[in-house]
């Protein structure tokens, strides 16, 4: 059965149980902790629209960001594929995108990889999400004082600037943030004064996801992504939050280095297969 969602007003997907409070209950499934994982993320990164497909959700959000505009394959199996395909292909060209579909470990079903790669789909985009567990509240550095929250307008100008977005995208960016139903941290960092560094963190039940961190590129390599980090890591833990979360290019070798230094580690990969426009 398909669903659809009102176009622009449908709330952010939620979920019930995070993966910190099942693993205190017992080590969670594989599948159970990518699903969780990726349904907080998607909560946290919420789309323009979405469009449901038994258990796939379909996510639109203007062209701006992969994560944003793509399709989550929650189970199904082989003899539903094609036509679930054809629908998604339809659904996305009707809005001018491309057709992306995430492949994720465990929850992706089985084989919907080689269907789309007889489509002419082409892999794209491997990237991690990394996890951490977090302190308590008294373990954790300060937050460095030049590090101040921002009002969304504000904030979004600074990112566009730090990730040099068309405009385009800045107003799409600006539109998401406006959607994010839980509580969040806008975070700006000063050098003398001067905006220099940006990024976001969203809390959810026990968990932190980490979105949207960027440096200008006159102030990288200065260590302002680990103060940034700390920062946004800090405001989680003050929130209660037991883990943080983050997703990261395979190819961006300089965040994952200061990831894994701040011990971060890799709890799955997953990457696109995508048919362009």
């Given amino acids: 059965m398909i669903v659809r969602a009102p176009r622009e007003m449908e709330p952010p997907v939620t979920f019930a149980d995070s993966p910190a409070a099942g693993r205190r ?31 796939w959700v379909l ?24 036509d679930k395909i054809s629908f998604c292909e339809l659904e996305y060209a009707a809005r001018g995108l491309e057709t992306a579909f995430k492949i994720l ?14 489509r002419g789909y082409q892999r794209a985009a491997r990237s991690h999400v990394m996890a951490l567990a977090l302190p308590e509240a008294s373990a954790m550095p300060a937050s460095p004082p030049q590090l101040r929250p921002a009002d969304r307008h504000d904030w979004v100008e600074v990112y566009a600037e730090c990730a040099e977005l068309s405009e385009r995208h800045r107003s799409l960016l600006e539109r998401m943030v406006a959607r994010i139903a839980a509580p969040c941290l806008l975070a700006v960092l000063y050098s003398e004064g001067v905006p220099v ?28 992504g680990r103060q940034l980090m700390s920062g946004l890591l800090s405001w989680a833990v003050e929130r209660g939050a037991a883990q943080a979360y983050l ?25 696109y297969m995508v048919r362009p426009r």
């Avoid at 996510?59 to 094609?82: K, M, Q």
């Fill in 25 to 55: 209950a017992g080590r969670l499934p594989a599948a159970t902790l990518v699903k969780d994982l990726e349904i907080s993320a998607a909560a946290a990164w919420p789309c323009l629209e979405e469009v449901r497909l038994g258990g």
């Fill in 197 to 224: 560094s940006c990024g976001m963190v969203v809390h959810q039940q026990q968990q932190a996801g980490i979105f949207c961190v960027a440096t200008r590129a006159t102030a990288r390599r200065r260590g302002l």
């Fill in 105 to 118: 470990p465990e929850v992706t079903p089985r084989g919907l990889a080689a269907v789309l790669a007889c």
């Fill in 59 to 82: 996510r639109f959000g203007g062209g701006y960001t992969r994560r944003a505009n793509c399709v989550l394959p929650f189970g199904g199996d082989g003899a539903e594929l094609s």
């Fill in 247 to 271: 997703q990261v290019l395979h190819s961006n070798a300089a965040a994952l280095r200061l990831y894994a230094s701040l011990g971060f580690r890799s709890v799955y990969d997953y990457h």
